[in-house]
């Protein structure tokens, strides 16, 4: 695959002296398709789908049906109905956390690398159900331990509910053996919710093969619009949930003292919808749908090693997670002791037009009980990133590194 070929397709990276973007596990660019789908929705048909029936709302209708016809394709759904649209994984997380019914002592296990979407959620239903949040430890270098996974199913035993888990991490890019873990949880009678944001965007990740019970994952990491997301659920788990945002379009019909739920995925999209982020998500799923996702993980394996290579043996710097980059996909995060990590990250961008990410990545936990108070700074690489930058960052971060210190 042509990834420099690729690049041309992306207006930010078509302009002169374009910056070198290594910020994609926050949020990636947008593709000429994707900011023309939202141009022609404003400025051709700016309607109301699925309620008013005259041109511009059938276009849109039949438009928002295409995107998620596109969703249900590229995560092989058995149906349509089964694809919700949010406004970020976050949203996703707590459409599932708040829409189960919980018992007091459920036992749900998350791991302790999770993004704060997929820990406070559940510290908000501890508080306020009194359900019984535990963490399972990673080994030392952040891989995934099995053994104290399977002891913390059994020690859960039939109070076990829910495990809900990242399948790849924003900390450090590392991965979870997914269909092992989900054979322990259905063995134990337990279900299965993956924050899906940073795996959907870089690699194949099919619902129906993985076996699990959710999935939720943010549009804006995968060239799509911001404030766009998704849930994908079992349609008998969506039928059976409660929705957090009741209202308009959740209803087939009220009375003054009753309601009759939608069908799913209605029933979850309350309220007149972003339409325009629907559309340009079915634009981004198409794009996206024509490139070989296997051939964007390895290349972005390859710029996470020259970047490994670049700095790892640099005074004061320690990468988060195992130091194969084959373990971290395209996520390089950096301990940097008491070097000013923001200051730094500055300093790229003004001196390089290099842009990365600096603080605790909306991971908190995981860095407050290791004592990293200043975080660290990630550089995320993705599709349209080239093996120069990746080198430009490296030099760049070394030189920052040797001043600072």
């Not at 022609?40 to 276009?59: A, F, L, Q």
Request: charged content about 20%; aromatic content about 6%.
């Amino acid at each position: 695959m042509d990834f420099r070929k690729l690049r041309e397709d992306f207006p930010t990276l078509r302009a002169e002296n374009a910056p070198a973007y290594l910020d994609n596990a926050c949020v990636t660019l947008k593709p000429d398709s994707v900011v023309n789908s939202i141009h022609e929705y404003y400025t051709k048909n700016p309607g109301c789908g699925g309620r008013s029936v005259h041109r511009y709302g059938t276009r849109v209708a039949q438009a928002v049906s295409r995107s998620r016809s596109h969703l249900q394709h590229f995560l092989n759904a058995e149906s349509a109905k089964e694809v919700i649209f949010t406004r970020n994984a976050t949203h996703s997380l707590n459409q599932v956390a708040h829409g189960l019914s919980w018992g007091k002592g459920d036992i749900v296990l998350t791991t302790d690398r999770e993004h704060n979407s997929n820990l406070v959620p559940w510290l908000q239903l501890e508080q306020e159900q009194g359900i019984d949040h535990r963490v399972v430890t990673s080994h030392a270098d952040n891989t995934f331990d099995m053994e104290a996974f399977e002891k913390s199913c059994a020690d859960a035993g039939s109070k076990l509910k829910l495990v809900s888990m990242s399948h790849v991490g924003n900390l450090d890019g590392v991965k979870i053996p997914l269909k092992e873990i989900t054979k322990v949880v259905h063995d134990h009678g337990a279900l299965i919710c993956v924050d899906g944001a940073q795996s959907t965007p870089h690699m194949k990740v099919d619902v129906q093969d993985l076996d699990i019970d959710f999935l939720a994952f943010s549009i804006h990491k995968m060239c799509g619009p911001s404030g766009m997301g998704g849930l994908w659920g079992r349609y008998d788990l969506l039928d059976g949930l409660r929705t957090i945002q009741s209202g308009g379009q959740t209803v087939e019909t009220t009375t003054y003292d009753s309601i009759k739920w939608a069908s799913p995925p209605a029933r979850f999209e309350g309220g007149l919808g972003n339409f325009s982020g629907m559309i340009a998500t079915g634009a981004a799923i198409e794009y996206l749908s024509d490139i070989d996702l296997d051939e964007v993980l390895e290349h972005e394996t390859r710029l996470n090693q020259i970047m490994t290579d670049g700095i790892k043996d640099l005074p004061n710097v320690e990468i988060i997670g195992p130091l194969d980059a084959r373990k971290r996909g395209g996520i390089c995060s950096i301990l940097m002791g008491e070097l000013p990590v923001h200051d730094i990250a500055l300093l790229l961008d003004e001196a390089a037009g290099v842009m990365v990410r600096s603080g605790q990545h909306c991971v908190h936990s995981w860095f407050n009980s290791r004592g990293h108070q200043h975080g660290s700074l990630r550089a995320s690489s993705y599709l349209y990133n080239t093996e120069d930058e990746a080198r430009l960052f490296a030099e760049t971060f070394t030189e920052a590194v040797n001043a600072f210190s």
